[in-house]
């Protein structure tokens, strides 16, 4: 190879531009939920619904058949209320980060107690 060829290629190789991780398919929905007390975890699952539902969480089919139905929209889960829960202020906060069929999902929200936090969904926060 020519010296001139030679710096041409690697002219052509550093103007090229670095490739980034691929974002994830667009199909793809996986999820790190927490339940934290004060700044503490007390617990963590993982659930995975697309392509499949799996992962830590122990009713992922059931967690992501009540995301689905809201379109993983987590302010949209509406647990059946079935218990009555006191007054006792004791804030608990639910977390769900990773991606919903491709979209970044980043959500929390904190509970006056644990029993309203468990209100909150029949199973994504059920672990």
């Not at 608990?92 to 909150?120: E, K, Y």
């Amino acid at each position: 190879m020519s010296a001139v060829a030679a710096g041409m290629a690697v002219a052509a190789l550093a103007a090229a531009p670095a490739q980034a991780d691929p974002p994830p398919g667009p199909d793809l929905s996986a999820l790190i939920l927490t339940v934290t007390h004060g700044n503490t975890p007390v617990r963590t699952a993982v659930l995975m619904c697309s392509p499949m539902a799996l992962g830590t969480h122990p009713q992922a089919v059931s967690a992501c058949d009540e995301l689905n139905a809201v379109g993983g929209n987590f302010d949209a889960l509406r647990g059946q209320p079935i218990r009555f829960c006191s007054m006792l202020y004791d804030p608990v906060t639910l977390t769900a980060d990773g991606f919903w069929h491709g979209t970044p999902v980043s959500w929390r929200q904190s509970f006056p107690n644990q029993c309203m936090a468990i209100n909150h969904s029949n199973y994504v926060f059920t672990f």
